[in-house]
């Protein structure tokens, strides 16, 4: 499994780079270096490049604002691989081999079960406000979509209560079949992918289906392979037929804005047909690669391979529930999960309020910026917003670049009250400088009713 892993996971870090953000000016040496791990993993998976995939994709997370969950499954892949690594090289042959299957399980279960998790609050639940709904409507808002078919397009946007419920039984669904029957469990994800790709997220489906190959045994790769070599045309026929569909139907016009989603939408519909086709026939059952089995788990695992496993179990856990303890809300599978956090809006079924260190927004309760034709609208909408710090410090650099007299602010943060008498003063800032890593989401309602709020 781990030379197909490697050459997977390279094609992950490709897709990810092909983002938007990876592509400015100021990503250029941190993508240049996760480029060359991604070839070298491509090429033979040497354990360089799993560092400097590594080095990259950390560097995105803590320096370069990147929010994307799919960095950080990428960095804790990436460092499952190492962790391994450096076992074979004290001495466990095979580690590589045996290990980081299982590592990789763990850690593409976590993220999978920590979506199901943030999405366990009142407003996604609640079909007025619900992510599941939002990403619906603008599936089925497409002009096209509607001169198809306007009334079941105008039945799925408006009447759909029971669709935030039936999302999260498809997550969890998703995660007990990984779980028992783990062959079943990708083609459900890869599934449940195909609309996420096609509203909100063009790369998440190519990262998470890297970690998709250690779910499978060797027999069932291989018999994928068979599958491929021997149904190759009709799999890109009906792969090929369905993306035309969705090309005419939904967002009409991307292919001349954004060309490379339309590309990796193509790509997940080939995942999709080929997965089904394959598991679903039982492909040569024969040579066991019947897809019926639970494969390689932890049960199944030796006990260095179990104690690996579970350390990067225990690291998904942690990274999962720094939400909740408001060190950071990006990075933790809580996009598109209507999840609050801050302490008037706070909204988990799950986790109370109190496991948070503090209130990690800034809401600004005064400020006096200079006189103008806006400034009464200026004023009304930052007092309507939360800040995080790093948006709250950036903020304070345009608003001081316009203003001429104390700019007098007074501002609640952590439950304390802070009156500042001249926020562009040199010592004005009331604060620790905020950290270069995008944490939270820069601002915020204060109002916690609002339609699919990520």
Known sequence: VYPIYARAYGLATLARLSLPDAMEGRWLLVALVHLAGASMLLFNGCILGWLLCLIGALSGVLWLGDVLTQSAYLVLCALSALGCAMAQWRGRDGFLRDGLPVAIRVVTVGFYAWAVIHKLNRDFLDSGTSCANGGLERLVSSSRFVEFSQWFGATLATDARAWPIVYVAIELGVVALLLRRPAWGVLCAAMMHVPL?????????????????????????????????????WILLVAGGAWCVS???????????????????????????????????????????????????????????????LVMGLLVVANGLTPYLGLQFHHTGAMLSNLRIDAACHNSLIFPLGLQVRDPYVRIESIGLAPGPTTADSVAYIQSRLFSMRALYRARRRWCAKQTEALVVTVTHGGRRVEVPNLCAEQGWPFGLPLPMRRFQATLPRTCHQRCIH
Do not use: N, Y
């Open 247 to 309: 090309q005419r139907l939904f967002f009409v016009g991307r292919w001349s804005t954004d060309p490379d989603w339309c590309i990796k939408e193509g790509l997940v519909w080939i995942l999709v047909v080929w997965l089904g086709l394959t598991i679903v026939r039982r492909a040569d059952a024969q040579h066991e690669g019947d897809f019926r089995g639970p494969g390689v788990w932890l049960d199944r695992a030796a006990r260095p391979e179990k104690c690996w496993a």
């Open 197 to 233: 790709t096609i509203i909100f997220a063009p790369s998440f489906a190519l990262v998470m289906a890297s970690g998709w190959v250690c779910f499978f045994r060797i027999a069932e790769l291989e018999a994928l392979g068979r599958s491929f070599r021997h149904w190759w045309r």
